[in-house]
């Protein structure tokens, strides 16, 4: 069992030099109908579903380290040439390192719809991250929830804690009025106490996106190992 904030402070401290971040590939990715996708490298979770296994795991050996600008600058570059709307990062936890993010986004092409796949945990966590992300009109938010209570979502990711942050951050982005919307994985068939939360805080008529999980072998093999395969086949 680990603390999601600590690893947060400590995967920070791999892959971000500077203002400058780790990525391993920048690729056109289907997704959304066509997406320019920069996969970045470490996470503040350990999902035991996860398709990503050296970006996240063994953030020491893997990525080469990018400034914000030369990032925005490939992404739009990418966008342009396969006539795409939209762009992304992926592979990874976007939202480690929120000075690298910010300028990162300040440099994306406005016309261009930025798609912020993130679990949520240090926008939950810190109010003033989602102040400075509330500036950026091109914005658009995915909060990724890892199980439908605390309990599952501990089983799903092995953390200790960090599930309550997520409604945090769903939260303040309602306050702050951004667009955003709600995606979840869970083996659970019970989801009321998902779905009280989200009552708790005026959002029950969203409309869940269910992620699916692709069992590619490493994520068959950890899942296996973790006894949690025939949750998901």
């Given at each position: 069992?680990?603390?999601?904030?600590?690893?947060?402070?400590?995967?920070?401290?791999?892959?971000?030099?500077?203002?400058?971040?780790?990525?391993?590939?920048?690729?056109?990715?289907?997704?959304?109908?066509?997406?320019?996708?920069a996969d970045t490298v470490g996470c503040n979770l350990r999902c035991k579903f996860c398709w990503?296994?050296?970006?996240?795991?063994?953030?020491?050996?893997?990525?080469?380290?990018?400034?914000p600008e030369t990032v925005a600058e490939k992404l739009n570059n990418l966008a342009t040439k396969k006539d795409y709307h939209q762009i992304r990062i992926s592979g990874g936890e976007p939202t480690i390192g929120k000075k690298h993010l910010i300028t990162l986004l300040e440099n994306i092409n406005p016309n261009y719809l930025f798609i912020l796949e993130t679990n949520g945990i240090l926008l939950g966590i810190n109010k003033s991250y989602i102040e400075e992300l509330s500036k950026f009109k091109n914005l658009h938010i995915r909060i990724c929830f890892k199980g439908c209570n605390p309990k599952e979502f501990s089983l799903l990711?092995?953390?200790?804690?960090?599930?309550d942050y997520q409604f945090k951050a769903l939260e303040y982005l309602k306050e702050k009025n951004l667009s955003f919307n709600i995606a979840l994985i869970s083996v659970n068939k019970d989801k009321k106490y998902f779905f009280n939360k989200l009552i708790e805080i005026g959002l029950?008529?969203?409309?869940?996106?269910?992620e699916e999980i692709k069992l590619y072998p490493l994520v068959k093999k950890r899942l296996l190992d973790e006894k949690l395969l025939h949750y998901f086949e």
């Open positions: 069992m680990y603390d999601p904030i600590k690893l947060s402070k400590k995967i920070e401290g791999i892959i971000i030099n500077g203002n400058m971040k780790k990525y391993y590939r920048f690729r056109p990715v289907g997704f959304y109908g066509g997406i320019a996708t990503s296994s050296k970006s996240v795991w063994n953030a020491n050996d893997v990525g080469t380290f990018y400034s990711t092995g953390a200790i804690n960090g599930f029950e008529k969203s409309i869940i996106e269910n």
